[in-house]
């Protein structure tokens, strides 16, 4: 049963390029969420889609934006890169269909570095 | 916006030792989580809690939902070596229920635990 998985790995983009972010949820989960974790700190959330809608969103500007596709896997697009943006960039996937606070599974996420 | 407190923010354990850890809020939680994080990896759910005065163990670990609904704690019993890592408490704040999906999952900065030198 294949967890979250994410690609790539690492990346090394430069101050005002634009980065896509790939996701494919643990099998089973319908739901997809987006954190980002600056070094030395807990995961901030940027936003959950569900039924390939933005369902919420956390406290990121614009620049940052995602999308669902049928098949539950995701993508986080960030334009205009800031040096600010350098952080691991985790995906979650969950289970709506049970309880509605169920826990989110991570994947090992993207490690993005703006030069 | 709502935080989570965790402490100690770093410790160091030997091997055998027992180890806690907590998590306060300002605001009531309606589920509390562990989760671990090894180097270059995502977080790993250890336990989840539901219920105010919930006590529950996976193995060497055991958790606790408080009973104001403000806080949780992590004990790990008789350390081994790799038990070392970063540990995160998160919580659903209560006022989160957006019936049928997930809300804002909030997670404190993390417990490192390190090997006593």
């Known amino acids: 049963d294949a967890g979250v998985t994410q690609s790539p790995t690492h990346l090394i983009k430069t101050r005002g390029q634009q980065v896509t972010l790939r996701c494919s949820p643990k099998s089973g989960h319908d739901t997809v969420s987006w954190y980002q974790q600056a070094l030395g700190q807990g995961p901030q959330f940027i936003f959950q889609?569900?039924?390939?809608?933005?369902?919420q969103r956390g406290n990121f500007p614009d620049r940052f934006s995602g999308h669902q596709f049928p098949n539950y896997s995701s993508e986080l697009n960030v334009n205009a890169l800031l040096l600010g943006d350098s952080a691991l960039y985790l995906c979650?996937?969950?289970?709506?269909?049970?309880?509605?606070?169920?826990?989110?599974?991570f994947g090992n996420g993207t490690r993005l570095t703006v030069t | 916006g709502q935080q989570l407190n965790q402490s100690p923010q770093s410790m160091f354990i030997q091997e055998g030792e027992d180890v806690s850890m907590n998590c306060t809020s300002s605001s009531i939680f309606n589920t509390w989580l562990w989760y671990k994080q090894d180097p270059g990896e995502g977080p790993v759910l250890l336990i989840a809690l539901y219920k105010a005065g919930e006590l529950t163990s996976n193995g060497r670990l055991t958790a606790q939902f408080g009973i104001t609904r403000k806080d949780s704690f992590l004990n790990i019993s008789a350390s081994i070596p790799s038990d070392v890592g970063i540990y995160f408490c998160a919580g659903y704040p209560n006022s989160m229920n957006y019936g049928g999906s997930q809300g804002n999952l909030i997670f404190g900065k993390g417990t490192k635990l390190s090997v006593k030198p």
């Open positions: 979650a996937s969950s289970d709506t269909r049970g309880t509605y606070n169920s826990p989110l599974h």
């Open positions: 889609y569900y039924e390939e809608e933005e369902r």
